[in-house]
């Protein structure tokens, strides 16, 4: 198997993860008052549950080349009891426990909330490393993504928002010469009617230089940690900022919401695009170590 697979999915694994410990520090009042590109976040940059489960999801592809649902679920659990604090939501700790002593992912999935499932955006946020890693196949990555999704959030809305950030992260890679104007009508063509498409569909109105509070205030920015209220918004910014890393990280800590998870989502789609270069060599050393072999043998 040829490496570039796994080498753009370890680029995307390594904007999502920054994207994820610097959005996390501005969780902190002095951090937010005083920070600036000047004065950027100090060290070390702790990650959340949104890279430890992007991890899980590589380790996956890597032993399975796919998403096989019953490997990815148990490595789900077994890196949330080795870390069981690294922020997960009450659903997903909920789940992953359960898993952990031997229960169906599969029931544990569908019965949440009442039988809906979890539309939260927990399975849109690790994705991103999927889409780099089925770049090529686009229909691969609309079926791995929703795969992806389902072990943790039976919801369709979240299943469309995986997809939708797998398929933005696949298109950064794949369409370097493409203007960014080009990604949210790609993007809105490839999904299912949704609540997730009717909000991305409004952000494509708008031009990429828009205030990006604009954006927020009518589609929101994971203020409510779904994925409704966070993939429109993830997709609209990395269009907006898509050859500046930094620029994008930076906006979207000030617009606030669910800034570790929207860092993150937006770092992972960025990194396809600018390549290992375009992160400072000082904000991959400012986030903690990741703390896993990411060779592919």
Known sequence: M????????????????IGDAFGQQFFSPHVAAEANRHNPPAPPWN?????????????????CKCVDQDFLAQRFAERFQSEPNRGYGAGARHLLENVAQ??????LSQQMFGGSGSYGNGAAMRVSPLGAWFADNIEMTIEQAALSAEVTHANPEAQVGAIAIALAAGWAWRCQSEPAEALIPWVISKID?????????WTASYPLDTWAFTIASQVGCGHEISTQDTVPFCIWMAAASLDDY?????TAARVGGDMDTTCAII???????????????????????????????
């Open 2 to 17: 040829s490496n570039d697979r796994w080498d753009r999915a370890c680029l995307s694994l390594d904007g999502l993860s």
């Open 47 to 63: 990650y959340t549950d949104d890279t430890e489960m992007a991890l899980a999801l590589m380790e996956t592809l890597r032993e």
């Open 102 to 107: 031997g229960e169906s992912w599969k029931t």
């Open 193 to 201: 009617q949704s609540e997730v498409r009717r909000r991305l569909e």
């Open 246 to 250: 930094c620029e994008a990280m930076w």
């Open 267 to 297: 770092g992972g789609i960025i990194a396809l695009r600018v390549g290992p270069s375009g992160i400072p060599d000082d904000w991959k050393r400012n986030r903690e170590p990741l703390g896993w072999n990411n060779s592919l043998i």
